[in-house]
Nanobody, 126 residues
């Protein structure tokens, strides 16, 4: 599966932004989808994941209550709605397709994801 992320941009602290990730192929609904991010000079980190049906979601503590992950299997697209953005949210955001099993320990691990998008840059100014 090929993934194409978009929707990043420059916003001010407190603003909202939605990034999207479109997948090619007819097996999108077979994958747990995840969002990760990588800030300059830092390691890539887990942000959120959603199960194949969309019924289960998990968030990193740093974004819980501010970010919402969703998916539309008919459109082969996963979204990340980001509200109350902070300067520390500045990063390149990557979508990934991976584990068929949705468990907290599994979805947080990058090596569980076999397919990655190219990243979309989100910059939050103070």
């Amino acid at each position: 599966v090929q993934l194409q992320a978009c929707g990043g941009g420059l916003v001010q602290a407190g603003d909202s932004l939605r990034v999207s990730c479109a997948a090619s192929g007819r097996t999108f609904s077979s994958y747990t989808m995840g969002w990760f991010r990588q800030a300059p000079g830092k390691e890539r980190e887990f942000v959120s994941a959603i199960s194949r049906s969309g019924g289960s979601k998990y968030y990193a503590d740093s974004v819980k209550g501010r970010f919402t992950i969703s998916r539309d299997n008919a459109k082969n697209t996963v979204y990340l709605q980001m509200n109350s953005l902070k300067p520390e949210d500045t990063a390149a955001y990557y979508c990934a397709a991976g584990p068929t099993k949705f468990s907290i320990g599994t979805v947080m691990r990058m090596n569980e994801y076999g397919y990655w998008g190219q990243g979309t840059l989100v910059t939050v100014s103070s």
